[in-house]
């Protein structure tokens, strides 16, 4: 069974850094896109960043600049460097990675468990 754990997420003040961490378990077969959405207190979920395979990076206009994603060699943990933050920034953040458990899968959408970023001013 896949599973997607992440961590790193916490309080800091407004102008300060996080980094979360999402890993991948095993019983993959490959990975398409790895990535970041959030979800603010009372909102829907949106779209922070994804990496897909070969290292294409795309963001939230929100993000731009103070945001970068990152996967490690194998692909099977992405990061999301988070400068910069703001109180709007305050949210569930979620990795979500689209992929492969074998060969023949068809390619399936994964959710990680969520974790907690909260910035105050």
């Known amino acids: 069974q896949v599973q997607l754990v992440e961590s790193g997420g916490g309080l800091v003040q407004a102008g300060g850094s996080l980094r979360l961490s999402c890993a991948a378990s095993?019983?993959?077969?490959?990975?398409?896109?790895m990535g970041w959405y959030r979800q603010p207190p009372g909102k829907q979920r949106e779209l922070v960043a994804t990496?897909?395979?070969?290292?294409?990076?795309n963001y939230a206009d929100s993000v731009k600049g103070r945001f970068s994603i990152a996967s490690d060699n194998a692909g099977y943990t992405v990061y999301l460097q988070m400068n910069s933050l703001k109180p709007e920034d305050t949210a569930v953040y979620y990795c979500?990675?689209?992929?492969?458990?074998?060969?023949?899968?068809?390619?399936?959408?994964?959710w990680g468990q969520g974790t907690q970023v909260t910035v105050s001013s």
């Open positions: 990496i897909i395979t070969g290292g294409t990076a």
């Open positions: 979500y990675a689209d992929l492969k458990t074998t060969r023949w899968a068809p390619v399936r959408h994964y």
């Open positions: 095993e019983n993959i077969f490959s990975i398409n896109a």
